[in-house]
């Protein structure tokens, strides 16, 4: 779906300018974007899988719910409609516990696609089985949880296993710590 996206400046405020999704990823225009990572209090984290679908990294394992904020749209607002959009679990704001604002920079499909985005990250304890999850085929390809240690050892060795996006270690370590500091602190 080719969305609105406010246009932001290099401080994730918007310009009061908005443009199509496809446009500001054409010509690299900054803009908002969240992920959740959701965690259970047994010390696992809910990965998923991008579509076969998806233009950018198909297959590869990622964050629980990630998307782009809709212009006019609150942060916490995209990070809830994502989840639902995603998983299909509905979750409030509160739900929410809000780490990080991390500067994403990449270039895909030979430049045809270059993200400058401002990733709001949230931590979220899932409160339901795997099972009652729904994920949508167009995002979603499967969901799994894995231990904090798996998570860790699979993130280590991503540069041989093709796990997760190679280039993204350093985030996914600091992920870790977070949602460890979380359940254990």
Request: hydrophobic content about 45%; cysteine-free.
């Given at each position: 779906?080719?969305?609105?996206?406010?246009?932001?400046?290099?401080?994730g405020r918007p310009t009061g300018k908005t443009a199509l999704k496809s446009e500001v990823h054409k010509k690299g225009w900054l803009h908002n974007t969240i992920h959740v990572w959701?965690?259970?209090?047994?010390?696992?984290?809910?990965?998923?899988?991008r579509s076969h679908k998806k233009l950018i990294c198909p297959l590869l394992w990622d964050v629980s719910v990630a998307g782009h904020v809709d212009a006019g749209e609150a942060i916490e607002e995209a990070a809830v409609r994502e989840t639902k959009e995603e998983i299909g679990l509905n979750i409030h704001a509160n739900d929410l516990r809000r780490i990080a604002t991390h500067f994403h920079e990449g270039s895909y499909n030979n430049g045809a696609i270059q993200d400058n985005e401002f990733h709001h990250i949230f931590i979220s304890e899932l409160?339901?089985?795997l099972k009652n999850l729904a994920p949508q085929p167009n995002?979603?390809?499967?969901?799994?949880?894995?231990?904090?240690?798996?998570?860790?050892?699979?993130?280590?060795?991503?540069?041989?296993?093709?796990?997760?996006?190679?280039?993204?270690?350093d985030y996914y370590h600091y992920i870790a710590g977070e949602i460890y500091n979380q359940i254990f602190e």
């Open positions: 779906m080719d969305e609105y996206l406010d246009i932001v400046d290099k401080k959701f965690y259970t209090l047994e010390g696992e984290i809910l990965l998923q899988q409160k339901v089985p995002e979603v390809e499967a969901l799994k949880l894995v231990s904090l240690d798996v998570f860790s050892e699979l993130v280590f060795n991503s540069f041989k296993n093709m796990h997760f996006v190679e280039s993204n270690s």
